[in-house]
């Protein structure tokens, strides 16, 4: 926990003469305002004043004065500012009476977590978020992998080594630690792990491990994206999600007396998630490209199952015990607004938990060497296959919507319903590709 003081001392000393006030929308996209140092107090003390109206999802333009009040502890320096004169702080939205702005997607993962307290639990979490690096022409972004290496090769084949380690070295300098770093399996893609932390904190994390990523692989005259599925013939880009509960300072996922070390409360977790699942997916795979990754094959879980280390179904146990036991959650992706989505699978979990709801036996063989016929006798079912199908179980889910608040639900389901509208009348290359010569 930094104080006020420690900020301004540490301002003084590195003589910092920009602040970075950033937030996210409701789509996750990351906006800020530059303040010079002499606004810093005022910040601090009072807020910053800026109109909502012009932030996509927030207000209407006659009810548009909002505050930025900035969080102390996500003070940090920007590495990248060689000279040392640029930090950044990520802000919580205040409505000007003082009051949190409901629309605010980190206001709606607190109140989720408040709800978690007051049952006994935290949840920690600890995203693996993938992306590819393509190359530049005139400056434009282009799909060119910047190389052809494979799943942990390194160098020469791996050409983003360096690049890799910039990121890293910038990260930890924001406060990350930092557990792995390596090629993924597609040409151009990669990985960097970082380490759990409370749900509030790790999302604040994805907002800015992206946001460093971009930069740094801009500065080296390369395009970064976390788009879910650039490439046709390659695998996408997935932010599987590591969750926990903690109770009393104990991890409430593990019971050493059950017969695989696990709780009934991540039993029932489980099947909260799972009976939600189709709802939560237009939450964490919110783009029309989420869904040419969430397909058969490629690696992709699509079929709504658990399991111990199985990694073919949605949610899989890894091995380890103790304080370590967690679920992994596959089938979200990186373009996800990582405070929503965290709010909506901790939700599920905690209808699953209060409700006590069973999920079942585990599926421990591989479902992607399964016909339908057996998937249907096994009761697995599939994830949605598109945004509108995705959408519609959304807007079905009581409990859900109930999470979100009904303005950021309402907001939301207006921008999805947009962007399938726009992607439903556009004619594409592959139409023309397909029918131009033969009708």
Known sequence: ????????????????????????????????????VSQIEKALDQGISFDGS????????????????????????????????????????????????????????R??????????????????????????????PTTIPHDSAGYFDFGPVDLAENIRREIVVA??????????????VASGQHEIDFKYGNALITADNVVTFKYVTRTIANNMGLHATFMP???????????????????DGQNAFYDP????????TLRYFISGILKHIKAITAITNPTINSYKRLVPGYEAPVYV????????????????????TRIELRSPDPSCNPYLSFAVILMAGLDGIKNKIDPGQPVEDNIYQMNAEERLKRNIDSLPGTLRDALNELESDEHLIRSLGPHVFNNFMRLG???????????????????????
């Open 257 to 264: 007396d059950s017969k695989y070390g696990i709780s009934d």
């Open 305 to 324: 199952s658990w399991s111990g280390a199985n990694r073919s179904s949605l949610i899989r146990i890894p091995m380890a015990r103790g304080s370590s």
């Open 171 to 184: 990260l930890e300098g924001m406060g990350f630690e930092i557990e792995a770093s390596h090629h993924e």
């Open 111 to 140: 109140r989720a977590m408040e709800e978690a307290a007051l049952m006994g639990f935290e949840m920690n979490t600890g995203p693996e978020l993938e992306f590819f690096l393509f190359e530049k022409k005139n400056g434009r």
């Open 54 to 109: 012009s932030v996509e999802g927030f207000v209407r333009i006659e009810e548009s004065d909002m505050v930025l009040k900035p969080d102390i502890d996500t003070f940090q320096i920007l590495p990248w500012s060689h000279d040392g004169n640029s930090a950044r702080m990520i802000c919580d939205v205040h409505l000007p009476n003082g009051e949190p702005f409901v629309g605010d997607p980190r206001y709606v993962l």
């Open 1 to 36: 926990m930094k104080s006020v003081e420690e900020i301004l001392k540490i301002i003084s000393e590195k003589d910092v003469r920009f602040v970075r006030l950033q937030f996210v929308d409701i789509q996750g996209i990351v906006k800020n305002v530059a303040i010079p």
């Open 417 to 439: 319903r947009a962007e399938w509208e726009s992607y439903r009348i556009q004619v594409h290359d592959w139409e023309i590709q397909r029918y131009i010569n033969i009708m």
């Open 229 to 247: 599925k650039p490439l046709f013939s390659e695998n996408g880009s997935g932010m599987h999600i590591n969750i926990s509960l903690f109770k």
